[in-house]
Antibody, heavy 116, light 107 residues
Framework: EVQLVESGGGLVKPGGSLRLSCAAS????????MNWVRQAPGKGLEWVSY????????DYAESVRGRFTISRDNAKNSLSLQMNSLRAEDTAVYYC?????????WGQGTLVTVSS | DIQMTQSPSSLSASVGDRVTITCRAS??????LGWYQQKPGKAPKRLIY???SLQSGVPSRFSGSGSGTEFTLTISSLQPEDFATYYC?????????FGQGTRLEIK
């Protein structure tokens, strides 16, 4: 069974940092590109970041570029998102997702709340 | 960046109705588009990939069409479980971009 399990969300003050993790199982993680997608409360979906299977290609939405860093550890089947200089507008549920080709795997999401 | 304009933003329909949702891309994206369904408190679920390919396990009442800049998702006969929010997502180039969403409500 495919599982993507996010963790690391929580309440953080503006300007603070948080690191999200996503543990993958049930598929060949090391061969899979991965994404982070977020959804602010009551709002639509926003693609956040992408990392290729080897980690050699990375990209970000303009709204997070320079503040967020995506990484992966293929030996541990793990994806991460380091979030720095957090703003109120980063408040959202964050999903990790493998949505390449015919594959469609999503985690259950982890809530990040940025508030003083 | 490629902008995805999705319409309508909301739609009221009845069980058994045929429904069409449209996404227009600000530039050509070939067939690099997927359609997602999302229910409250749940992760999105993809219905269609590559513009017109039905995701495994998705009922055949869902279909997608289009290429280049204009795409449609059609639900041929609405079922009660189809009332949800729908999004398109282009993955032709980075940053990937979602449409604004279409909330499908029961009339």
């Amino acid at each position: 069974e495919v599982q993507l399990v996010e963790s690391g969300g929580g309440l953080v003050k503006p300007g603070g940092s948080l690191r999200l993790s996503c543990a993958a199982s049930g598929f060949t993680f090391s061969s899979s590109s991965m994404n982070w997608v977020r959804q602010a409360p009551g709002k639509g979906l926003e693609w956040v970041s992408y990392i290729s299977s080897s980690g050699s290609y990375i990209d970000y939405a303009e709204s997070v570029r320079g503040r967020f860093t995506i990484s992966r550890d293929n030996a541990k089947n793990s994806l991460s998102l380091q979030m720095n200089s957090l703003r109120a507008e980063d408040t959202a549920v964050y999903y990790c997702a493998n949505i390449w080709g015919s594959v469609d795997y999503w985690g259950q999401g982890t809530l990040v709340t940025v508030s003083s | 960046d490629i902008q995805m304009t999705q319409s309508p933003s909301s739609l009221s329909a009845s069980v058994g109705d045929r429904v069409t949702i449209t996404c227009r891309a600000s530039q050509g994206i070939r067939i690099d588009l997927g359609w997602y369904q999302q229910k409250p408190g749940k992760a999105p679920k993809r219905l269609i990939y590559a513009a017109s390919s039905l995701q495994s396990g998705v009922p055949s009442r869902f279909s997608g069409s289009g290429s280049g800049t204009e795409f449609t998702l059609t639900i041929s006969s609405l079922q009660p479980e189809d009332f949800a929010t729908y999004y398109c997502l282009q993955h032709n180039s980075y940053p990937h971009t979602f449409g604004q969403g279409t909330r499908l409500e029961i009339k």
